[in-house]
């Protein structure tokens, strides 16, 4: 079983769209995390979620939702898709980072 | 902003161990000193993480010197696939816990 699973994989689509990328851990964390990796393979965090409340919001534009129904789900939903917007989004989970973070394997956004 | 400074690339020979440095200078007490590798466009993969002491799993060891300003990441017997970008971060544990992923350096193993 995939420990951070997201989906879909790949994602295209239009300049002002809205779409959505879904992300679940089976590993019984309590918190989870979304991270964008832009063209220059920069790392940087988005959001974080501890137990489906919004611990961490690195002043993403607020097209950017995530929500977390329960803590074992944390969703990204981004409206008006912008060209800029392309990326790979990466979730993550971890208990405490006790042990670090556990990352999926990432979702690659192209906005045309 | 990342926290720490590591040299842009260096590489190694096949099977023989490779010493990856990283400089934390700024480190608070309580942060903990990790290391990630990300292959290709992987997600990042966590390899190992310490406070104080020397630390060792069954993919490398983690050497943090005493005070704690710099620390070295040993892959004992390097192979091909440990070809990637690693990345020592330095941050809390708890739920309000933020890595922060630098540049990274990017290692090559070659044959």
């Known amino acids: 079983d995939t420990a951070v699973s997201q989906t879909p994989k790949y994602l295209v689509t239009q300049m002002g769209n809205d779409k959505s990328i879904k992300c679940e851990q089976n590993?019984?964390?309590?918190?989870m995390y979304w991270y964008k990796q832009d063209s220059k393979k920069f790392l940087k965090i988005m959001f974080s979620?501890?137990?489906?409340?919004?611990?961490i919001n690195e002043t993403v534009p607020n097209r950017f939702s995530p929500k977390s129904p329960d803590k074992a789900h944390l969703n990204l939903h981004i409206n008006s898709l912008e060209l800029g917007d392309s990326a790979v989004y990466f979730c993550?989970?971890?208990?405490?980072?006790?042990?670090?973070?556990?990352f999926g394997s990432g979702t690659r956004l192209t906005v045309v | 902003d990342a926290k720490t400074t590591q040299p842009p690339s260096m590489d190694c020979a096949e099977g023989r161990a490779a010493n990856l440095p990283c400089n934390h200078s700024?480190?608070?007490?309580?942060?903990?000193v990790y290391w990630y590798r990300q292959i290709h466009s992987q997600g990042p993969q966590y390899i190992i993480h310490?406070?104080?002491n020397n630390e060792t799993n069954e993919m490398a060891s983690l050497i943090i010197t005493e005070d704690r300003k710099s620390s070295t990441l040993i892959l004992p017997h390097a192979t091909l696939r440990d070809t990637a970008v690693y990345y020592c971060?330095?941050?809390?544990?708890?739920?309000?816990?933020?890595?922060?992923f630098g540049k990274g350096i990017t290692l090559s193993v070659r044959p």
């Open positions: 993550a989970s971890s208990q405490n980072a006790v042990r670090g973070y556990t």
């Open positions: 590993l019984g964390h309590d918190t």
């Open positions: 979620y501890n137990n489906k409340e919004l611990i």
């Open positions: 700024t480190i608070s007490g309580n942060e903990y």
């Open positions: 310490g406070l104080k």
């Open positions: 971060i330095v941050g809390l544990t708890g739920a309000n816990s933020k890595l922060t």
